[in-house]
């Protein structure tokens, strides 16, 4: 018997995988508790069509994600911070930061837990940071700290 899980099940598969079990453990098990349904012609029409647009929905985002970064090679940040003798900050540039400054200054959004920085910015000057937009896709913010 084919059925269509609805949930992933231990040793079976994922959800929306269509796979071949026994008669009996589909009938009395996977089916009544909801894991599974039957694989008529009307429910791989939908897991198909689900498929298609779980495909077409990762295709635009991926679209998003490189034009963003291309939109971040071109941009500098500027954040102002506040500095002791000797140019040290009192404190760090935190991703936060850069991040909120990026959306006033570019009109870029970019969630601070996808800025990566190796390590934390504690005096003035221009710096690198990775943006890791999409698994695979990441972009370079220039960040150029000055005196508040």
């Known amino acids: 018997m084919k059925v269509i899980l609805k949930q992933d099940v231990k040793n079976q598969g994922k959800k929306g995988e ?12 996977l089916i009544p508790r909801g894991l599974a349904e039957i694989a008529t012609a ?14 077409r929905r990762i295709a635009l985002e ?17 954040v102002k911070a506040k500095a002791g003798s000797g140019g040290r900050l009192f404190g760090a540039v935190t991703a936060k930061e850069i991040s909120d400054s990026l959306k006033a200054q570019h009109g870029i ?6 800025i990566v920085m ?4 504690k005096s003035f000057g221009t710096y690198k940071v990775r943006a ?13 700290v000055t005196e508040a």
Do not use: H, M
């Open 18 to 29: 269509l796979i071949e079990v026994s008669e009996g453990y589909g009938r009395n098990f």
């Open 42 to 55: 009307d429910n791989l029409n939908v897991l198909r069509q689900a498929d298609e647009a779980k495909a």
């Open 62 to 78: 991926q679209e998003a994600a490189r034009t963003a970064a291309e939109k971040l090679k071109a941009c500098t940040v500027l």
């Open 109 to 114: 959004d970019v969630a601070k837990n996808k």
């Open 118 to 121: 190796e390590e934390s910015i």
């Open 132 to 144: 890791k937009l999409y698994p695979e896709i990441s972009g370079e913010i220039t960040v150029q």
